[in-house]
């Protein structure tokens, strides 16, 4: 199991994995990666990210700050 579950009781573990091999098994689920605090986060990252830009920070140095490439940085300034 992931780190999240360690320390749960082990039939709450086996309870949950047969559930879930009863409901999946044998199917390709899509899982998103981000939820709902991702979600957040991102959008505030997001208005971090116009309020440098207009204060006069280049795009370059946008995407090297945030980690993003300038194709996205322009396109998050863009709205």
Known sequence: ???V???APADILQRV???????WGGD?????KVGEVGE???TQREE???QDYRRGERVAFLARKWRLSARRIQQIVRG
């Open 40 to 42: 957040i986060a991102r």
């Open 17 to 23: 994995e047969s559930d879930v091999r009863a409901d």
């Open 48 to 50: 971090a990210i116009r």
């Open 28 to 32: 390709r689920v899509y899982i998103r």
């Open 5 to 7: 579950w360690e320390g």
């Open 1 to 3: 199991m992931i780190a």
